[in-house]
């Protein structure tokens, strides 16, 4: 049975609802629309701090909208999850793949009023962050006291 917790701690074990070529159109098409967005990064930041700030993003602010009624909804359910392998190029390869490329892992979790995403290099024990970032619209920003 899945989890109902989603967050940065389990991303990496959630299935993508989008194929490689899709979520890595679809992070850079995001990040080109809302780009006034408050944007939080590590390692601007601490890991321990962006993990808090993803982690209560994903657990009491995230919300989804209903288009029918244009009312926002809290959810620890994201819209989408997202997964590609991106290439010292700047290109995108296939995860999910025998003969598997070199590169990062970039995954994330979209909601309406936001989205997070983590660069992490895969390990024989684990795997290394390299970048975790969070971005928050302003009336989230606003009404759960944002940094």
Known sequence: MDSIIHSIQNVH?????LDEEDSYNFLQEYLS?????YKYSYPDISKDEIYTLI???CFFCATVKDLSTNKSYPSNIPITIFRYLLLDDGTWS???TVRKKRGRVVEGMQWSN???YQVREDKKDGFELHEATLLVDAVTKTMYNFP
Do not use: A, I, M, R
């Open 114 to 116: 936001g989205l997070f």
């Open 55 to 57: 982690s209560t993003f």
């Open 13 to 17: 074990l959630k299935e993508s609802k």
């Open 33 to 37: 629309t809302n780009s006034h967005y």
């Open 94 to 96: 296939l995860y999910y």
